[in-house]
């Protein structure tokens, strides 16, 4: 079985930047790589160098600006695409081209028109003329999610025996379900003879919002490296999230796994990225929402008053996130209300408290969220009737 090590292989420059509205030019990307290096990525896929002159210039100058990462540019099976790749990334410290072909049946009849050893063919060749440019050739079997096994299995072995060092097994349509995609990566493992000789990489998009699941099932099976992006932006509804894949290895170490992420710079990119791109950060977004450290409900917020571990599993500083807010709303309980007055520097015992949150909830209920300005006005009231009474 393969080491602990999960390689983190962050695509936001490349398949996160295809999000309609999400295209960046070169400074904004050459900034975004420069954090995702601080932040500890292993592998930044800049870009299509092919796909237009702006993008062979952002990959050429994140080549000559990464020092430490593997930079990464995509490219088809097609020579000409390989060249350009090689030519953008050619001042890389650590170049890799990333070559690849679909290899489903919809791809290979709807796509190419060919056949499937037409497809494997062209798979070996695309492999070979990148390893003319790089030692570090990852080859994608595009919408293997949906390939047959047996197929995708001789691809795989052929592609490794043509010096592919990474093998990309992309759910591109975000179709498997976890334990699918867990045995499709297990089938690799098992049945293709020269695999130790390349890292098995997952690359899930979120189509039913499995891409996270998917990963993880894939690093379970022996896959080492995960393709994400992020705040999980990507093509449709996205790709695997950076920031989730990272925190379940964290949270979850009887998996044995681990990866080289900076996780108190996970929110801080968030919100960068979120900036950049002009893409808002759904508020329920586990990590990097702006509620994943909120409390609510009175009896959520009993227990976590009483002890943070009876509901939070991750310590926001943990995350570079802001601390834990108990907001006050119409299901908010006494001891909160208690909390927010206390914080405010307003002394009151439990009599006082108990006047005060029938007034709360009266309050609570002709809006969304109680806040401080309320409660000042809340709180001054109760302590004057208590003078005049
Ligand atoms: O989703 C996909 O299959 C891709 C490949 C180009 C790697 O993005
Ligand atoms: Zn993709």
């Given at each position: 079985m393969a080491e602990g090590k999960v390689h983190i292989f962050d695509t936001t420059l490349r398949d996160g930047e295809q999000v309609p509205g999400c295209k960046l030019n070169t400074n904004e990307k050459l900034e975004l790589a420069l954090q995702l290096e601080e932040l500890g990525v292993d592998i930044i896929e800049a870009g299509f160098p092919i796909s237009s002159p702006g993008d062979f210039e952002s990959v050429s100058q994140i080549s000559k600006a990464i020092k430490n990462a593997t930079v990464c540019g995509l490219s088809r099976a097609v020579q000409k695409d390989i060249e350009v790749a090689a030519q953008a990334l050619k001042y890389a410290v650590r170049p890799r081209i990333h070559t690849g072909i679909g290899t489903s049946d919809f791809h290979i009849k709807s796509k190419f028109n060919s056949t499937r050893e037409d497809i494997l063919q062209r798979a070996i060749q695309c492999v070979k003329w990148a390893r003319n440019f790089t030692d570090d050739v990852e080859f994608y079997a595009e919408d293997a999610g949906r390939t047959d096994n047996d197929y995708l299995a001789q691809v795989i072995e052929a592609v490794?025996?043509?010096?592919?060092?990474?093998?990309?097994?992309?759910?591109?349509?975000?179709?498997?379900?976890?334990?699918?995609?867990?045995?499709?990566?297990?089938?690799?493992?098992?049945n293709v003879s020269n695999i130790d000789k390349a890292i098995i990489s997952c690359h899930c998009h979120n189509d039913l919002g499995l891409a996270t699941a998917n990963s993880i099932a894939g690093v379970i099976s022996g896959a080492r490296q995960i393709e994400c992006t992020i705040?999980?932006?990507?093509?449709?509804?996205?790709?695997?999230?950076?920031?989730?894949?990272?925190?379940?290895?964290?949270?979850?170490?009887?998996?044995?796994?681990?990866?080289?992420?900076?996780?108190?710079?996970?929110?801080?990119?968030?919100?960068?990225?979120?900036?950049?791109?002009?893409?808002?950060?759904?508020?329920?977004?586990?990590?990097?929402?702006?509620?994943?450290?909120s409390h609510s409900s009175g009896i959520h917020q009993d227990g976590f008053l009483k002890d943070a571990l009876t509901y939070e599993i991750i310590n926001p500083e943990e995350v570079g996130a802001d601390s834990s807010k108990i907001v006050l709303t119409a299901r908010s309980g006494r001891s909160a209300l208690a909390y927010r007055f206390q914080k405010l520097g307003f002394q009151f015992d439990r009599n006082d408290v108990d006047v005060l949150y029938n007034e709360f909830l009266r309050v609570a209920d002709s809006k969304k969220e109680v806040e401080d300005g309320d409660l000042q006005t809340m709180g001054k009231q109760h302590q004057t009737n208590a003078v005049v009474a």
């Open positions: 490794i025996k043509a010096g592919a060092t990474v093998v990309n097994i992309p759910d591109t349509t975000g179709y498997c379900l976890p334990y699918q995609y867990g045995e499709k990566i297990a089938y690799l493992v098992n705040n999980g932006l990507g093509e449709r509804a996205g790709n695997t999230s950076l920031e989730e894949v990272v925190m379940i290895i964290k949270q979850h170490k009887h998996l044995g796994l681990h990866t080289n992420i900076n996780a108190k710079q996970l929110n801080p990119l968030s919100r960068i990225v979120s900036d950049t791109m002009r893409m808002p950060v759904q508020p329920n977004k586990a990590i990097v929402g702006s509620n994943a450290f």
